[in-house]
């Protein structure tokens, strides 16, 4: 079974940034997708962003894109995510998950459809 571990939240002032690491541990299917979700109290799980596991190819929220960016080391299926220009309205626990075996990322944006989950890590961003 896959196991997600999510660090480097914290809290930090609006227009800074930080960067959110996932670690995987266990065995992962050939082709899969890995994604980070937001959380907030009174709001749905909302995607942020996904990675393709062989050509890395991404996606984003509109909310997010241009100040995110999501990556993946190869030699040990870290999952990162570098956020930007950080405004109060991304505080959230943010997740990481994974899907499993599948061939196709783009789109993938429900919740229903990683498998997979962190436990969390809180970010918070003060005006």
């Known amino acids: 079974q896959v196991q997600l571990v999510e660090s480097g939240g914290g809290s930090v002032q609006a227009g800074g940034s930080l960067r959110l690491s996932c670690t995987t541990h266990?065995?992962?299917?050939?082709?899969?997708?890995m994604a980070w979700f937001r959380e907030t109290l009174g709001k749905e799980r909302e995607a942020v962003a996904n990675?393709?596991?062989?050509?890395?190819?991404?996606e984003y929220s509109d909310s997010v894109k241009g100040r995110f960016t999501i990556s993946r080391d190869h030699t040990d299926n870290t999952l990162t995510l570098q956020m930007n220009n950080l405004k109060p309205e991304d505080t959230a626990i943010y997740y990481c998950?994974?899907?499993?075996?599948?061939?196709?990322?783009?789109?993938?944006?429900?919740?229903?459809?990683?498998?997979?989950w962190g436990q969390g890590t809180q970010v918070t961003v003060s005006s």
């Open positions: 998950a994974q899907t499993m075996y599948t061939w196709w990322c783009a789109g993938r944006t429900k919740r229903i459809e990683y498998a997979f």
């Open positions: 266990g065995d992962t299917p050939s082709a899969y997708c």
């Open positions: 990675i393709k596991s062989d050509d890395d190819s991404t």
